[in-house]
């Protein structure tokens, strides 16, 4: 079993649509994060969570949603999304928020595709 | 904001060659990761380094974190097509908002 998996791996959807996308970590973390990886740009940091308390939202539009019930999932619900907003987004927990030495430990990604 | 410049961009080397990627800035880091991304899945942590001047090595792979800990280097040895992937570095200042900055990365393909 992977430490953090994340689900769908791929999704499409349409402008209107509104989906989810569901991260889990079996590692005991405290801390999870939500990034955006598009082409020829950096790891974007979206949100972080730690202790199931946001702690950051880097000016992330609100047609992006997070969730964290509990210390083990973590939600994006995304509504009215646009084009653009088609990348790779990658889940990450870390024991605490950035612990030590800043080590996170990623899902495999869920590929977005808008249209 | 900081900005960790990766060297470079890509690079498509023969199995067997040996190879040096960069990742360099103007900022201090308390310390460095290295991942691997491969295509269609997440960045797989292969290190950290903490102290300036420190030598990591995992099986071919050497990492070095500069004296001053503002670049870090890897060098692969005779390199495989297994070791093929997105190299991402990371520089970790602390907590907060910026606390951990990525580099675009550096794509390598080993040829067989």
């Known amino acids: 079993e992977t430490g953090v998996t994340q689900t769908p791996r791929h999704l499409v959807m349409g402008m209107t649509n509104k989906k989810s996308l569901k991260c889990e970590q079996h590692?005991?973390?405290?801390?999870m994060y939500w990034y955006k990886q598009s082409a020829k740009k950096p790891l974007e940091l979206m949100f972080v969570?730690?202790?199931?308390?946001?702690?950051e939202n880097n000016s992330v539009p609100s047609r992006f949603s997070p969730e964290c019930p509990n210390s083990s999932h973590l939600f994006l619900h995304l509504h009215t999304l646009q084009p653009e907003d088609s990348a790779l987004y990658l889940c990450?927990?870390?024991?605490?928020?950035?612990?030590?030495?800043?080590?996170?430990?990623f899902g495999e990604g869920s590929r977005l595709t808008v249209l | 904001t900081q900005l960790l410049e990766q060297s470079p961009q890509f690079l498509s080397i023969q199995e067997g060659e040996n190879l040096t990627v960069y990742c360099n800035s103007s900022?201090?880091?308390?310390?460095l990761q290295w991942y691997r991304q491969e295509p269609g899945e997440g960045p797989v942590l292969l290190v950290t380094?903490?102290?300036?001047?420190e030598v990591k090595k995992l099986k071919r792979l050497t990492f070095q974190f500069g004296d001053a800990r503002k670049d870090s280097s890897l060098h692969i040895t005779a390199a495989q097509p297994g070791d093929t992937g997105l190299y991402l570095c990371?520089?970790?200042?602390?907590?907060?908002?910026?606390?951990?900055?990525f580099g675009k990365g550096t794509h390598l393909i080993i040829q067989p």
């Open positions: 990450a927990s870390s024991q605490d928020r950035y612990g030590f030495t800043g080590e996170l430990f």
């Open positions: 969570y730690s202790l199931e308390e946001r702690v």
């Open positions: 380094v903490v102290t300036g001047g």
């Open positions: 990371a520089g970790f200042r602390g907590g907060g908002a910026d606390g951990l900055t």
């Open positions: 900022s201090v880091f308390s310390s």
């Open positions: 590692l005991g973390h405290n801390a």
